[in-house]
């Protein structure tokens, strides 16, 4: 095997693997990608992570579930009580820190399990799709170039220098991303991102609203379908 | 709370509470003890955890369960089918690299689940008990101050400069632990070490024969019952 990717079955790590397979040569089926979850209200997205991993023809979609307990907190609108805000993430932070839409330190248990898993089935690499929009003001503190930085040294160093973190998109905006990866035909048609864990997506949660942006940005519309009977931002 | 600690019930995380109390003067009430259950074959760890736990009077233990999954390897003593050496460390190790008793990458998902705990509870430090002879060799290079420092960069950059990482004992031999637990009244005789996980201790396997040895270079008699039916090693 060659590398374990996080495959959320959204936007980000869907291209990571379009990335893999047509710039950097990897084998679709050596590839072993991972979904896990960790109590997110929108696990809906496991699904498309599945058709995401069929469509590329990679090894099948491993789950694994993590304690909730451990991410469960009434800060946060992912695992816990707090609303979904309905606003960019530009209009949602004020200023430098976490978004309500922080899991604590998930990012972390989600790279551990993923290079434990590498080591157990032999993978020399586990791609991870942080990018820059994700770390712009610490929306997510656990997706900035100085938490990977140090991941990618404690993987490197904790796994006796089996296994390695790759992160191609972690300079990009999502407009960037979305560019790259219809470049590269990423089906994005079957991805999903909707925080709200909607199919149509809700078109209002903070993803949505990025999501929407990051094609219109590109002079293109989302392939996927979003709920016209609410107020669909962005299009 | 003040603070999460991994506690295994071992001879070092033991220790590492005792510091946390008698050294660093936390209240043992403020302090969240967390023991993992990754697919140990000597789970039985966990119950000396609890006693431990509840001798120092702090929070009650909580257990987390990992999918054992991604951990479970036919390279591994600890969780897959690879016999357990009766030897020394030193004996072990012929060369640098990882033990037959490393389990891949195990602890950057302990601490992962400590610090997404930490954020939860509301403390603002992880106690971590890797030590210098752990780290010898390459034994287990999660366990390394290379590895210790990339993870403390990690959680403090991930969480958003809410947690740091506390490793009291990461420049100390087995020996060194004994005889600052011992100075501390660490109760060494609640604690549980056995990699066979036997209760009287096996006296063989190499964390058995560490702990006897570090006892004796301090002059004293390990308080553990050990099988006195086996060749006991070291006293």
Chains 1, 2 share one sequence.
Not at 110 to 123: D, K, N, P, R
């Amino acid at each position: 095997m060659e590398a374990v990717i996080l495959l959320s079955g959204g936007l980000d790590s869907t291209t990571c693997l379009s990335i893999a397979v047509e710039e950097h040569g990897l084998q679709p089926e050596m590839i072993q990608p991972l979904s896990i979850h960790y109590g997110q209200k929108h696990n809906v997205e496991l699904m498309a992570a599945e058709e995401v991993a069929s469509y590329f023809g990679t090894q099948p979609l491993r789950t694994v579930v993590l304690p909730s307990d451990l991410f469960r907190t009434n800060e946060s609108s992912l695992t816990g009580s707090r609303e979904m805000p309905h606003e960019t993430y530009q209009e949602l932070m004020s200023g430098d820190g976490p978004s309500p839409t922080y899991v604590p330190f998930r990012n972390s248990n989600l790279l551990s399990a993923a290079t434990s898993l590498a080591l157990v089935i032999g993978a020399s690499s586990v791609y991870f799709g942080a990018h820059a929009e994700d770390a712009h003001n610490w929306a997510y503190p656990d997706c900035t170039p100085e938490f990977i930085g140090a991941m990618a040294n404690a993987i490197y160093v904790g796994s006796y220098h089996q296994v390695r973190l790759v992160t191609p998109v972690e300079w990009m905006m999502k407009r960037d991303i979305v560019k790259k990866g219809m470049a590269l035909k990423t089906p994005y048609e079957i991805t999903h991102s909707c925080y709200e864990g909607k199919r149509p997506a809700c078109g209002k949660c903070p993803t949505c609203v990025e999501r929407l942006e990051a094609f219109r940005a590109n002079g293109l519309e989302d392939p996927i379908p979003y709920d016209v009977e609410g107020e669909v931002v962005g299009i």
